[in-house]
């Protein structure tokens, strides 16, 4: 496996290919079979562009010559930027095929975290839009360019400016040699409790078994049409079981430009969408709009909710509103991936967020101490599995703290199992917040109030939100005269932080609650401002 890469023990490798949950191909095989076996079906559907399975696969020999004749090899990392394009469909299939492996960075994110995703990944290349929903990306890309040292090219979907066109990616098609099904097929980003995200390797075996096992228990089938809402590049509408689910299932995938209820109705209607994926936020502002469309939503079967709680009033709704079924997706980057099954019985259905897909999921609920607790009892959740990382990408102290020693992900979430196995997630140990869905790592955000001047210490906390379910409040201790949530926000964009990490709120206080041991008591700041906000 790449260098600074965790592998799997052997015997439990073993037992996973015994077990029949890795299938020992790649990616790009795995693709190979899907285009010959479904070949004139739809594959891929952007706006007026459409793609049948050979014409998509077509599409991706082409990328695979060109990319080794720009010099790309096998086991390079190339960061990858897009949002719902199709070129980002085509270059993932071209990348899995030669075993370059893409880092999917998501379209919100900006100079601080791209910087930090290319040197971290040592990427040689970067694939950008010109511009997307009024960010121009390639003067950040010059920066980038210009300060990461591994970094030799850019390539641009649109009008490229001073850098490559992504056509200068396309080529004649040449045999390539496949990589090995052990090998990093793809890095995930961590929502990162600690500063910027961790990189997640993925291999070609415990993606294909995650992108396939989560089809399956969708009962995704080759009539499935899903429409893909949310960013591409995460793996909930990538592979959970989204874009390569579908395709596993020989069904056709809709690109959705945005996630606006407009855009999302028009298409549902146009490409008789079964299948979308949401968060909880766009679940409650599809539930206002659809009552008022004019779109026929009649051939939605299924919607899939997850990324954050979903709330029970919220979940009743779907299906009186929307007219489909609903499915909760549990799951994380690292792996583990918990979903509702189609027949399941109401109650688990609205209450739940579902079981693992898969039966070698080993899922641990322990107390402090790190003992297994009984069902029922709250506690967090540990995992270890067929399609669960076994550590991030060269981030061996993390690493320490991140895993038991024998090879359990603490999840930092608050779980709690039912006799059955569904999982009710209750909160979280780690320091993020999850702002509808995005994480927001707030150790990163505080630091860089920090170096604002008028910021002497602060503390950041979620705070109740109706909408997003939490919002970022900044507590803060000012220096000298109290600093407005407008000015720490220039101060927050100007450093270069993604938007959704700017703030919501800002509270100026005088002190912060301590522990027993002198540190700040996060959970009581967080309780003393959550109960004002109820007043
Ligand atoms: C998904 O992946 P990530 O990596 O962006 O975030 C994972 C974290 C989980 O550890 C949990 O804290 C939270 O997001 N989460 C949920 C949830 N789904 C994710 N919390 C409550 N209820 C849910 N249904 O968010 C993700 C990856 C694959 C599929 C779906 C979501």
Known sequence: MLEGCVAWPVELAEHYREKGYWRGI??????????????????LIEGSRQWSYRELDAWVE??????????????????LQLPNKAEFVALCLAFFRIGVIPVLALPAHREKEIRHLAEASQAVAYVIPDTHLGFDYRPMARTVLDNV?????????????????????????????????EEVAVMLLSGGTTGLPKLIPRTHN???????????????????RYLAVLPVAHNFPLACPGLLGTFDAGGAVVLCPDPSPDTAFALIEKEGITVAALIPTLVRVWLEFAPLTEADLSSL??????????????????GEILGCGLQQVYGMAEGLLCMTAPGDPESLVLNTQGCPISPGDEVRVVDDQGRDLPDGEIGELLVRGPYTLRGYYRAEEHNRRS??????????????????????????DKDIINRGGEKVPVEDVENHLLSHPSVADVVLIGMPHNTLGECNCACVIARGEAPRLSELNAHLSASGLAAYKLLDRLEIIDRFPLTRLGKVNRRQLAEQFHARVAL
């Open 149 to 181: 040292e591994t970094l030799r090219s850019v390539f641009v979907v649109g009008e490229p400016g001073s850098f490559a066109p992504f056509s200068a990616l396309e080529g004649e098609p040449r045999p390539v040699p496949a990589p090995a099904a």
């Open 62 to 79: 082409r990328l695979e010559g060109g990319i080794l004749e720009v010099g790309l090899e096998p086991g390079q990392r190339v960061l």
């Open 206 to 224: 415990d993606y294909l078994y995650n992108a396939r096992t989560s089809a399956e228990r969708a009962g995704f089938t080759a009539d499935t």
């Open 301 to 318: 079967t299924c919607l899939q909710v997850g990324g954050a709680r979903l709330k029970v009033e919220v979940a009743a709704q779907v």
């Open 403 to 428: 895993f038991t020693e024998d090879g359990f992900y603490r999840s930092g979430d608050r779980v709690r199992r039912l006799a059955g196995g569904y999982l009710v997630v209750e909160g979280r």
């Open 26 to 43: 790649d990616l790009g095989e795995w693709w190979r079979g899907c285009a010959d076996e479904f070949a004139v079906g739809t594959a």
